[in-house]
């Protein structure tokens, strides 16, 4: 399944690609891509836990860059 | 500037005015204890923490989350060492500069930002319906295919439909680049995205809001990002070395010549800290992603939708075009021209091929059907077989009639009188005699022949042209618009053969591109280097399979296209060869103590504000 979401302050294009990065390597997570232009978060991940993936990205996001909020 | 970059600006003059104050102060001698320790430490730490506290507080932060080699962690610590080495000033000074250059990167950005979503802007906020007589505005969503809505003029279209009621002109600038406006009358299929001119229209929506022309546009433009070129690729790997290559030349930097060498710590920790401070590789982070991003924005301005950045860097490396005839440089608008009798009067040569062709959407049959003018009647007809690459067998009236071309009778082993010239020719055969023939010209598009001259000016080398046309027809078009290759009389599996064969004669750094109008072309556009589908004539499925998309089916645009990728990756390499080569300049110079802290803030900063300044000009259309 995938899903897309909206970022706020995200202020820094290094910390875009660290989230990609950390988001890519949850299990589960197919695909990630984090669009610091657009500001915009796309996952691909199994359905059946997205939830449970999905609380792993918040805490991932969480680490690299705290202002950022991911609007869910 | 948002209210985040004016507290910013505020605190930047606070911070300046006072640090102005302690340095003429400490400059012309009157204040004497500004570098002593705990005075002039105070007198600078004060303003420093103004400046920089969310700095500090947010690699405090980071620390405890284990992100060590983050910018803010190493601008304290760079920062920090020159206090503790005694430059007060100095480092005060730094603190201020980075954060100037914060200001005007994140301005920049959020400039470019906004100038990427308004050219995005299709996006139709509402729509209007009639409820009791009364005019409703709803959301698009809302609205489902059969339903009726009504568009004001100005306003947006906001879902594809069909127009029952008005008349107007229609811009589709928004959508195609084009600024000729369009009529459209009761009957006419309008597409989302464009706006309406002068009339109000009723509207039959054909298309939920998630399946219309804008919803599509704009999901391809949105994760065209996610699609990287090998650039961006390229620095995103770099990136995650080069901090920690950095970070770890300091701390040798810091630590080793002193040790070896002896004597002045102060000197070596100050020379770590340039280090530190151009360990940051935004500038490339930030300027690579936003060239391309420009580039595909330039590209959508001008009504061409490219998929990805990996595209857009494809086409700058084209080198064969191959295009698919029909459609793309010919109408695709056949006439017939001329019926041939053989054993049988004209009039029936027409109408059995009509009957035979009955049931076929193909172009082909469609301009047979109009030139014999009158309703077929397809109950006449039985035991369709469609032959493709060779036409339809059928049987009408108690005999066994052949529509279609040479192949098709040889391969029924019928006599058949050849037709020389060019042009489309269907054959007509009933019951195994040959009955007559039927000449079909198809119009070379305005602007094809241009379209070829540009590309060979822009740097393509080779021009194809596949088609499933006779040899004479096709030779007859390519030496009209001046292409290099033909193959003519081609299956449409051969058309992948083909293409096929012609990559495999490319070298390593050449790409061949597809044009097609999506008729029967799908696994071709999926085989090629970068697939060029038509929007408006295209199928839905051609538009999925392609990379590339001409919304408004003008093949002078590629030319276009050809020229907006090689400026787009032309800015990115500036980019990164500036970016780096700054950088490398003023580390080299740091560790030989010939460079300060204000060179390695401009080789951090200062690049970034500059790189991304040079990718917004990817955007621009000339």
């Known amino acids: ?72 | 500037m948002t209210e985040k970059h004016k507290k910013m600006l505020l605190r930047i003059l606070v911070t300046f005015a006072l640090f102005m104050g302690l340095l003429a102060g400490e400059k012309s001698g009157r204040i004497i204890w500004l570098e002593e320790f705990p005075a002039g430490f105070l007198a600078y730490f004060v303003p420093y923490c103004l400046i920089g506290y969310d700095i500090i507080w947010k690699a405090a932060r980071n620390i405890r989350h284990g992100q060590v080699f983050d910018e803010n962690f190493l601008m304290m610590i760079a920062t920090f060492g020159a206090f503790g080495v005694g430059e007060y000033s100095e480092a005060l000074a730094v603190m201020l500069f980075y954060q100037v250059g914060e200001l005007f990167q994140s301005y920049a950005v959020s400039r470019s930002r906004q100038s990427i979503t308004e050219m995005m802007n299709i996006c139709p906020e509402y729509a209007n319906i009639e409820e009791d007589g009364q005019l409703v505005q709803v959301d698009p969503d809302d609205v489902e295919p059969g339903m009726v809505i009504v568009i004001k003029a100005g306003e947006r279209i906001p879902l594809d439909g069909r127009v029952i009621e008005g008349e107007s002109m229609i811009d589709t600038a928004a959508l195609t680049g084009e600024s000729v406006p369009r009529r459209a009358s009761a009957g006419d299929e309008i597409i989302s995205g464009c706006v309406n001119g002068s009339g109000t229209l009723k509207v039959k929506v054909t298309k939920a809001f998630e399946d219309s022309t804008v919803a599509k546009i704009l999901e391809l433009v949105e994760n065209a990002g996610s699609k990287k070129a090998r650039v961006e690729n390229f620095i995103t790997r770099f990136a995650r070395y080069y901090t920690p290559v950095v970070t770890i030349g300091a701390a040798f930097l810091a630590v080793i010549p002193p040790l070896l060498f002896g004597g002045g710590w102060g000197e070596w920790i100050q020379r770590a800290c340039i280090f530190l401070v151009i360990s940051c590789p935004c500038a490339l982070v930030i300027s690579v992603p936003l060239g391309f991003f420009g580039g595909i924005g330039a590209a959508s301005r001008i009504g061409v939708l490219v998929k990805g950045s990996n595209f857009l860097e494809a086409v700058a490396e084209m080198t064969t075009i191959v295009f698919d005839k029909t459609g793309t440089l010919t109408k695709g608008e056949f006439k017939v021209t001329q019926v041939l009798s053989g054993n049988m009067g004209e009039e029936e040569v027409l109408r059995l091929a009509a009957l035979g062709e009955g049931y076929s959407n193909h172009p082909i049959s469609n301009s047979i059907r109009a030139a014999y003018g009158k309703p077929v009647d397809v109950s006449l007809v039985t035991d369709v077989e469609e032959i493709p690459g060779h036409g339809v067998c059928a049987q009408i009236e108690g005999s066994r009639i052949l529509v279609g071309n040479g192949k098709l009778m040889e391969s029924q082993g019928i006599s058949y009188d050849e037709y020389q010239s060019g042009g489309t020719v269907v054959y007509v055969a009933r019951d195994k005699s040959f009955a007559g023939t039927i000449v079909i010209s198809d119009t070379v598009k305005e602007g094809a022949q241009e379209a070829i001259r540009r590309m060979k000016q822009v740097g393509v080398r080779k021009c194809v042209m596949l088609t499933g046309d006779r040899q004479e027809a096709a030779q007859a078009v390519a030496s009209e618009l001046g292409l290099d290759e033909v193959h003519a009389e081609l299956l449409p599996a051969d058309k992948v053969n083909r293409v096929e064969e012609l990559l495999e004669r490319q070298q390593k750094n050449q790409r061949l591109a597809f044009v097609g109008d999506g008729i029967n072309d799908a696994p071709v556009l999926t085989r090629a280097d970068i697939g060029i589908a038509m929007g408006s004539m295209g199928s839905d499925a051609a538009i999925e399979a392609a990379d590339v998309v001409l919304m408004d089916d003008d093949v002078r645009k590629i030319a276009s296209v050809v020229q907006i990728s090689r400026k787009t990756l032309r800015i990115v390499k500036q980019n990164i060869v500036f970016a780096l080569g700054v950088k490398a300049l003023v580390l080299l110079l740091g560790a030989f103590g010939m460079a300060n802290m204000w060179e390695a803030v401009f080789a951090d900063v200062g690049v970034s504000v500059i790189a991304i300044l040079n990718a917004m000009r990817a955007l621009k259309v000339e």
């Open chain 1, 1 to 72: 399944m995938k899903k897309k979401f909206k970022l706020q302050d995200l202020d820094c294009a290094n910390c875009a690609a660290k989230m990609e990065d950390g988001i890519k390597k949850i299990p589960g997570v197919h695909d990630a891509s984090v669009s610091f232009m657009m500001q915009k978060m796309t996952i691909e991940a199994d359905e059946d836990q997205f939830d449970e993936i999905m609380k792993q990205v918040v805490a991932c996001c969480a680490k690299v860059e705290p202002d950022c909020k991911i609007l869910l």
